[in-house]
């Protein structure tokens, strides 16, 4: 079904729940929500290739027709039990942005924006049914349906628009604004709930983003309906001020907005004016989502021994058969430690930051049990043996692997499964950790700087396949991890080497090698 038979039905649904509608006028700004924005939004979201797209169709009809036939009944014993299948209907679109999340990771802060409106819905979902149901929520009923709108036009289509803006551009000021309009309607109602005073001040936070969002849509370069994509975001501008209002009469006891003026107006601006706006205007020009990175990935899963992937035992003397493949010109150390490596000592000295060290002592007790990344809380530092095997052809999918085994007395720190991919004439060394049901994978960029050779997970550029995932079944999950390593020759046959991790940009631990040429391969 195209747009306009998708817009004329939604259509014909709302205006027959507005002539069977007996309540309050400002009751069916939820209901136009649930019936028109909802469903044309779902289907500017979603893609052809989702598991969601072909259950949509036979799950949409129950959603949408238990709202019509609430307002065609009237109130009944039945309300409940429809309210209900709307809700879980709104539980469904949640899994849908669930498995688009884990099926991305922490990559394209947009779709994540998309991603939490569509996650968000089910909490509307789940207001409304609190109103019907009459479920005693510490509310007043007018307050719990307006709870209920809130989220399905601030936690849900906020959030989508503001992906599909993402789209087209982003920096970091968008991610700034993004983050604070998902956080936002949580702090609000925690706000209205507990603190007046904290819905005042999430109220300041989403007039923010609420304004970075309206700068960048007239930053961004959107083909066709530009300006009600802008008028959209603009009409937010102008109905926050009504709730910034409303907020300061709550705090100071000095009302200047009441509840039937925000209704009036607040509520008839989001629904006639942003809502109406964004969906036509995105109907006509919804951007295309990047395409998600695409690389050879390990196939060996769960907790590994060396000697059981390797070909015959074969012991392998270096991580890469010829350095030339990166397209690098390294010092000759360097290049003999990746294509000689067994043939260097390496000493390491660990140093977890401080306000992870208590996080290390759990997580150590984790990775004493998988065998990787398992590394001392002391800083001393101490000798890494082991030794690099070739992994038996067909075992792990990736070509030329070598499985690098890493000791610290006698434990196991590491192993590693490397290899490298090509794209868009750039190489990567491409890392696998094997993890119980699932795997760690590291894709590398390699550099210069200077002398010393730079490997990091960092992109230099958004189509790069650079990061840290975790492979899953057919997911491909990107963390909110970051690794640097620095190798810099300090004289002939010894190298230095900084290997420093952030988790969501901060710091959590640096590890200092000393690499020196073993005195019987001089």
Same mark, same amino acid.
């Given at each position: 079904?195209?747009?306009?038979?998708? *817009?004329?039905?939604?259509?014909?649904?709302?205006?027959?729940?507005?002539?069977?509608?007996?309540?309050?006028?400002?009751?069916?700004?939820?209901?136009?929500?649930?019936?028109?924005?909802?469903?044309?939004?779902?289907?500017?979201?979603?893609?052809?290739?989702?598991?969601?797209?072909?259950?949509?169709?036979?799950?949409?009809?129950?959603?949408?027709?238990?709202?019509?036939?609430?307002?065609?009944?009237?109130?009944?014993?039945?309300?409940?039990?429809?309210?209900?299948?709307?809700?879980?209907?709104?539980?469904?679109?949640?899994?849908?942005?669930?498995?688009?999340?884990?099926?991305?990771?922490?990559?394209?802060?947009?779709?994540?924006?998309?991603?939490?409106?569509?996650?968000?819905?089910?909490?509307?979902?789940?207001?409304?049914?609190?109103?019907?149901?009459?479920?005693?929520?510490?509310?007043?009923?007018?307050?719990?349906?307006?709870?209920?709108?809130?989220?399905?036009?601030?936690?849900?289509?906020?959030?989508?628009?503001?992906?599909?803006?993402?789209?087209?551009?982003?920096?970091?000021?968008?991610?700034?604004?993004?983050?604070?309009?998902?956080?936002?309607?949580?702090?609000? *109602?925690?706000?209205?709930?507990?603190?007046?005073?904290?819905?005042?001040?999430?109220?300041?936070?989403?007039?923010?983003?609420?304004?970075?969002?309206?700068?960048?849509?007239?930053?961004?370069?959107?083909?066709?309906?530009?300006?009600?994509?802008?008028?959209?975001?603009?009409?937010?501008?102008?109905?926050?001020?009504?709730?910034? *209002?409303?907020?300061?009469?709550? /705090?100071?006891?000095?009302?200047?907005?009441?509840?039937?003026?925000?209704?009036?107006f607040h509520g008839v601006l989001n629904g006639g004016v942003f809502a109406l706006a964004g969906v036509i205007g995105w109907s006509v020009s919804t951007p295309a989502s990047a395409a998600l990175p695409s690389f050879p990935v390990s196939k060996i899963r769960g907790k590994q021994h060396a000697a059981d992937l390797a070909a015959e035992a074969q012991i392998h003397v270096g991580l890469v058969d010829d350095m030339k493949i990166y397209g690098l010109k390294t010092t000759d150390t360097i290049t003999d430690f990746y294509e000689h490596t067994s043939g260097y000592r390496l000493f390491a000295a660990?140093?977890?930051?401080?306000?992870?060290?208590?996080? /290390?002592?759990?997580?150590?007790?984790?990775?004493?049990?998988?065998?990787?990344?398992?590394?001392?809380?002391?800083?001393?530092?101490? $000798?890494?043996?082991?030794?690099?095997?070739?992994?038996?052809?067909?075992?792990?999918?990736?070509?030329?692997?070598?499985?690098?085994?890493?000791?610290?007395?006698?434990?196991?720190?590491?192993?590693?499964?490397?290899?490298?991919?090509?794209?868009?004439?750039?190489?990567?060394?491409?890392?696998?950790?094997?993890?119980?049901?699932?795997?760690?994978?590291?894709?590398?960029?390699?550099?210069?700087?200077?002398?010393?050779?730079?490997?990091?997970?960092?992109?230099?550029?958004?189509?790069?396949?650079?990061?840290?995932?975790?492979?899953?079944?057919?997911?491909?999950?990107?963390?909110?991890?970051?690794?640097?390593?620095?190798? $810099?020759?300090?004289?002939?046959?010894?190298?230095?080497?900084?290997?420093?991790?952030? *988790?969501?940009?901060?710091?959590?631990?640096?590890?200092?090698?000393?690499?020196?040429?073993?005195?019987?391969?001089?």
């Amino acid at each position: 079904m195209n747009v306009y038979k998708t *817009a004329v039905l939604c259509g014909l649904m709302f205006f027959l729940s507005a002539a069977f509608h007996e309540g309050p006028w400002y009751y069916l700004l939820l209901t136009a929500a649930q019936l028109v924005y909802v469903p044309l939004v779902l289907r500017q979201v979603i893609q052809k290739e989702d598991w969601f797209y072909k259950t949509y169709k036979w799950i949409a009809p129950f959603g949408y027709g238990s709202v019509l036939l609430l307002h065609m009944l009237g109130p009944s014993p039945a309300g409940p039990i429809l309210a209900g299948i709307y809700l879980l209907f709104t539980v469904f679109v949640a899994s849908y942005g669930v498995t688009r999340f884990l099926k991305r990771g922490f990559v394209r802060f947009e779709e994540f924006s998309i991603d939490m409106g569509l996650i968000s819905l089910m909490i509307g979902g789940g207001w409304f049914f609190a109103h019907i149901a009459e479920v005693d929520t510490g509310f007043s009923p007018i307050i719990t349906w307006l709870t209920g709108i809130h989220f399905h036009y601030s936690s849900f289509l906020l959030p989508v628009f503001a992906g599909f803006l993402g789209r087209l551009l982003k920096g970091t000021v968008y991610r700034a604004a993004v983050s604070i309009l998902i956080v936002s309607p949580v702090i609000v *109602a925690a706000g209205i709930a507990f603190s007046v005073w904290l819905e005042l001040f999430s109220v300041i936070l989403y007039i923010t983003g609420i304004y970075a969002l309206i700068w960048h849509s007239f930053k961004a370069d959107i083909p066709r309906g530009k300006w009600l994509i802008r008028l959209s975001f603009l009409s937010l501008g102008i109905t926050i001020l009504f709730s910034l *209002a409303y907020a300061s009469g709550n /705090a100071f006891g000095e009302y200047a907005v009441s509840i039937d003026t925000m209704l009036k107006f607040h509520g008839v601006l989001n629904g006639g004016v942003f809502a109406l706006a964004g969906v036509i205007g995105w109907s006509v020009s919804t951007p295309a989502s990047a395409a998600l990175p695409s690389f050879p990935v390990s196939k060996i899963r769960g907790k590994q021994h060396a000697a059981d992937l390797a070909a015959e035992a074969q012991i392998h003397v270096g991580l890469v058969d010829d350095m030339k493949i990166y397209g690098l010109k390294t010092t000759d150390t360097i290049t003999d430690f990746y294509e000689h490596t067994s043939g260097y000592r390496l000493f390491a000295a660990v140093h977890w930051h401080t306000w992870f060290k208590p996080f /290390a002592f759990f997580y150590r007790w984790i990775s004493s049990r998988t065998e990787q990344i398992h590394l001392p809380l002391s800083s001393a530092q101490k $000798e890494m043996t082991g030794g690099i095997y070739t992994v038996r052809e067909g075992l792990d999918g990736r070509p030329s692997v070598r499985a690098w085994h890493r000791q610290i007395d006698e434990k196991t720190v590491f192993l590693a499964l490397y290899s490298y991919h090509q794209k868009d004439g750039e190489t990567y060394m491409n890392i696998a950790l094997p993890l119980p049901g699932c795997s760690m994978i590291g894709i590398l960029e390699l550099s210069k700087s200077g002398d010393s050779l730079l490997l990091t997970s960092r992109k230099h550029n958004p189509s790069s396949d650079a990061g840290i995932y975790l492979a899953w079944k057919n997911y491909l999950f990107k963390l909110p991890l970051d690794e640097v390593f620095r190798v $810099e020759e300090t004289e002939k046959g010894k190298l230095a080497a900084t290997h420093h991790m952030k *988790a969501a940009g901060i710091p959590f631990l640096t590890i200092d090698y000393m690499i020196s040429k073993k005195e019987s391969s001089f």
